[in-house]
Nanobody, 130 residues
Framework: EIHLAESGGGLVQPGGSLRLSCLAS??????????LGWFRQAPGKEQEAVSC????????YYADSVKGRFTISNDNAKNTVYLQMNNLRPEDTAVYYC?????????????????????WGQGTLVNVSA
């Protein structure tokens, strides 16, 4: 079974940057077999898909609210997916979760969802505040 561990959250001022990392580990894990992505949930708000990536079908997805500010990438050699977040805003404050879906596209993971097969990390808090 795949295990996901997020890191990189913290307190940052508006306009600042953070890079989140998600290390995926499992016996025989291969990035090509999964779609991976980032979701977030702020207090009192619905869970939101932020960005997803799939080397399974070569696609990326970004929520409109983060397009042009966030970039998702992966390092296959390190079994790690990253979320570079620039020009952060107070409304980006949330717990960010790394999520994996076997043999999925970025659209399936971030939009249409296949919750029964999703694997979630524990989350990392991002706090954007002056």
């Amino acid at each position: 079974e795949i295990h996901l561990a997020e890191s990189g959250g913290g307190l940052v001022q508006p306009g600042g940057s953070l890079r989140l990392s998600c290390l995926a580990s499992a016996s025989g894990f291969h990035f090509d077999d999964y779609a991976l992505g980032w979701f977030r949930q702020a207090p009192g708000k619905e869970q939101e898909a932020v960005s997803c990536i799939s080397t399974y079908d070569g696609t990326n997805y970004y929520a409109d609210s983060v397009k042009g500010r966030f970039t998702i990438s992966n390092d296959n050699a390190k079994n790690t997916v990253y979320l570079q977040m620039n020009n952060l805003r107070p409304e980006d404050t949330a717990v960010y979760y790394c999520v994996a879906l076997p043999e999925g596209s970025s659209f399936t993971l971030c939009v249409s969802r296949y919750k029964a097969l999703e694997v979630w990390g524990q989350g990392t808090l991002v706090n954007v505040s002056a």
